[in-house]
Nanobody, 116 residues
Framework: QVQLAESGGGLVQPGGSLRLSCAAS????????MGWYRQAPGKQRESVAT???????TYADSVKGRFTISRDNAKNTVYLQMNSLKPEDTAVYYC??????????WGRGTQVTVSS
């Protein structure tokens, strides 16, 4: 059993910043990959950023240079620092974990709204 809990979402003006957190119920060392996805109304869920257990990271083209994913294994937490936010970043952001057996777990999501 793996539980993921996202936090840090909210309302922010364009150009502002938010820091999302995803706390896992067990050590992040247990996971091959942690990632952030988002889903806006009427759109499919899309990958935003991923962080592998060996330190590798990937980013969607739409967020490169603005978002940063990081891991704090001591806190069993993955972060998504979001800077220079745009209205098109508005979505529910979900944390995803892939365990060594290949099972995939999702958090419940946290709402990010970028609006003036």
């Amino acid at each position: 059993q793996v539980q993921l809990a996202e936090s840090g979402g909210g309302l922010v003006q364009p150009g502002g910043s938010l820091r999302l957190s995803c706390a896992a119920s067990r050590s992040i060392f247990s996971f091959n990959t942690m990632g952030w996805y988002r889903q806006a109304p009427g759109k499919q869920r899309e990958s935003v950023a991923t962080a592998s257990s060996d330190g590798g990271t990937t980013y969607a083209d739409s967020v490169k240079g603005r978002f940063t994913i990081s891991r704090d294994n001591a806190k069993n937490t993955v972060y998504l620092q979001m800077n220079s936010l745009k209205p098109e970043d508005t979505a529910v952001y979900y944390c995803k974990a892939v365990v060594p057996a290949g099972y995939v777990y999702w958090g419940r999501g946290t709402q990010v709204t970028v609006s003036s």
